[in-house]
């Protein structure tokens, strides 16, 4: 967070610098108030690219084996722009790398999801997943307790993401 701020100012110097020497180009005919517009612009435009370009960064690096299973697009009154093309601000994506099939029970495996969001650090959980009747469980809270089975059928990303691979 700290860079991206770093960066900004820096994107606001070089508004003002193009504005500077555009004024130089025109002889000084540039009015004086336009200096103050590149350099902001120059900020919300560094501020805008940031935020749109968080989700294709942290999705690219993702290592090998983990999956992006859904993705959370965000519109907002304070962003108007996210109207005319959404922002994606948080995504879940399944570790194929640590699906663990159930030894009792066909079709049922035990996989770790990753909860990635914008500002928010990232969560792990894990979760159950029933590839033959097309649902999940999610997480007990750790109390022991027995799983709640939601079942959101087969076109769930979620499921589909974990059994995608060598699934029922």
Not at 78 to 102: E, L
């Amino acid at each position: 967070m700290f860079l991206e701020l770093i960066a900004v100012f820096v994107a606001g110097f070089a508004g003002a610098g193009a504005v500077l020497v555009l004024n130089k180009l025109t002889g000084g005919r540039l009015p004086r108030w336009l200096m103050p517009v590149g350099a902001g612009a120059a900020m919300i435009a560094a501020a805008i690219a940031s935020e749109y370009g968080w989700y294709g960064r942290t999705a690219g690096a993702l290592p090998e084996g983990v999956e992006v299973a859904t993705v959370h697009e965000s519109r907002a009154l304070y962003r108007p722009w996210t109207y005319v093309v959404p922002m994606v601000d948080r995504f879940i994506a399944v570790d194929h790398g640590t699906r663990v099939a159930n030894r009792e029970t066909e079709g049922l495996y035990l996989a770790d999801l990753y909860f990635f969001a914008r500002w928010q650090p990232v969560q792990a959980v894990e979760m159950m997943v029933d590839c033959v009747n097309h649902r999940r469980a999610d997480p007990a809270g750790g109390d022991g307790g027995a799983p709640v089975w939601r079942e959101p059928g087969s076109d769930d990303p979620i499921v589909a993401a974990v059994c995608a691979e060598g699934g029922a």
